[in-house]
Nanobody, 122 residues
């Protein structure tokens, strides 16, 4: 089983910064990418940023230029730094890992953390 544990959420003032971290544990291999998604009130879950095993990054337009996603491949951790936070960044942030936990799996699957609340006050 794959477990993803997030940390770093909380209440932040508009214009401030935050850093989210996620640690993956369990039997994990063939990781294609790790990253972050978020779900705001009344919204669908959306991509924030991902980083592949080769280090290629992908950001949502809404966070491009003020966010950095990073990964420690050896430790299976992924972090997200966001600056210039806005009220619309308020959401539950979910860690994501795309990989496999069993050798008989033929395709990768998405694993999710429990989520961490980020609230930006204006």
């Amino acid at each position: 089983q794959v477990q993803l544990v997030e940390s770093g959420g909380g209440l932040v003032q508009a214009g401030g910064s935050l850093r989210l971290s996620c640690a993956a544990s369990g039997t994990i291999f063939n990781i294609a990418h790790m990253g972050w998604y978020r779900q705001g009130p009344g919204m669908q879950r959306e991509l924030v940023a991902t980083i592949s095993s080769s280090g290629k990054t992908n950001y949502a337009d809404s966070v491009t230029g003020r966010s950095t996603v990073s990964r420690d491949v050896g430790l299976n951790t992924v972090s997200l730094e966001m600056n210039s936070l806005k009220a619309e960044d308020t959401a539950v942030y979910y860690c994501n890992l795309n990989g496999r936990s069993q050798f008989r799996q033929k395709v990768n699957v998405d694993y999710w953390g429990q989520g961490t609340q980020v609230t930006v006050s204006s």
